[in-house]
């Protein structure tokens, strides 16, 4: 219940969950779900909704207000209470806690500060709610995925087998790693890491996206060449990636920009000229221009018309304002309260 309360089986304000050390009868009289008979007692890492929190570094959900938990965004972080996998972030449901998973935290997770997140990406989603986002495109090493095709390392030039480590029978895994150079979509660290995409030339295929994060291009959508099948225009002029010439100019002096096109394959939003790469109906991405409708397929929020993308699907609009990668010309049209001033998306500089 939103109130907190349950009186025989009907949401009430009148009544709310007991917290810590208060009197209890049963698990479910208490917020924590745990009950000695006598009194409620902690039995989380963290405070679930509806615990008694002195800051927001006690909650599952990393806030606290009124001296109460409260709950966080679209699904449940990690140590939340929770009775199937569906209710959690991560979709993992265990001793009716939302399990803690190693390494990095998914999608959806709440967090205080971007390292903590497979996308590298923590971000206000517009309610005050801090968790981490879905990269566009494919996804990277530990994030959520309920195919190989959805992982980065999928289309690893390394030979590397796509791989989605599936959770228990949820239905969601994890993208691996299978090892050797970061394959296009896959997150980097430029100049020390050698990105599969350009051989031995790899390190300047890692770039800066529309989000803040660095990441291994499939294609270069500007920089040094050698042939246009390292542009993502296709074009490489005088050892630099440059646009096509536009067929409908007949002196030739225009240009299209230095990206692919729409239906052009893709591995991120970076490479393609309308900053949408999205799954059609067999799970392979391409470029896009034009926003997607509710129930349509997607990769992440700014792919939708509504700004809402959860779980692969575009959703109705929850919030006003632009989520990270959309589109924007000042910073008051975006969630997290950055545009960049060139890329004209929404930003979080995390360096």
């Known amino acids: ?26 698990d479910a009289d208490c917020c924590s779900n745990s009950c000695n008979g006598t009194n409620c007692e902690l039995a989380g890492e963290c405070r679930p909704f509806g615990e008694a929190c002195n800051s927001s570094n006690d909650c599952c959900s990393r806030r606290c207000d ?10 449940r972080s990690e140590g939340e209470i929770c009775t199937e996998g569906s209710d959690c972030c991560n979709a993992q449901c265990n001793s009716s806690r939302c399990e803690v998973l190693s390494e990095c935290d998914p999608a959806g997770e709440a967090c205080d500060t971007s390292i903590e997140c497979c996308s590298r990406v923590c971000a206000d989603d517009g309610t005050g709610f801090k ?20 992982c980065c ?12 480590e599936m959770m228990g029978d949820s239905g969601v895994g994890r993208c691996g790693n299978p090892g050797g150079c970061a394959p296009g979509g896959e997150i980097c660290i ?26 291994c291009l499939a294609c270069k959508p500007v920089g040094s060449c050698s042939t246009g099948d390292e542009c993502c225009s296709g074009s490489c002029n005088n050892g630099s990636c440059t646009g ?3 067929p409908s100019d007949p002196d030739g002096g225009s240009t299209y920009p230095s990206c692919a096109a ?47 993308c959860w779980d692969g699907v575009c959703g109705i609009a929850e919030v006003e304002c632009a989520p990270m990668g959309g589109a924007c010309e000042t910073n008051a049209e975006c969630c997290d309260g950055t545009c960049h001033s060139t890329m004209k998306t929404c930003f979080l500089d995390i360096r």
Do not use: K
């Open 190 to 215: 430029g100049g020390t890491n050698d990105c599969c995409p350009g051989g031995q030339d790899g390190r300047d295929r890692c770039i800066m996206s529309v989000v803040g994060v660095e990441r």
């Open 262 to 308: 729409d239906g052009e394959s893709c591995s991120t939003p970076d490479e393609c000229c309308g900053r949408i790469c999205s799954p059609d109906a067999t799970g392979a991405l391409y470029c896009g221009s034009t926003c997607i409708s509710d129930g349509g397929s997607c990769t992440t929020s700014s792919d939708c018309c509504s700004g809402n």
């Open 66 to 75: 009124d001296d109460r938990c409260q709950a966080g965004g679209r699904c």
């Open 244 to 246: 096509t010439p536009d």
């Open 153 to 164: 390392n999928f289309v690893a030039e390394s030979g590397g087998a796509g791989t989605c």
């Open 131 to 150: 968790s981490c986002q879905f990269l566009g495109g494919c996804r990277p090493y530990g994030e959520l995925c309920r195919a190989d095709e959805d």
């Open 1 to 26: 219940c939103c109130s907190l309360g349950c009186t025989d089986g009907t949401c009430s304000a009148e009544a709310t969950c007991a917290t810590e050390t208060e009197a209890c009868g049963s």
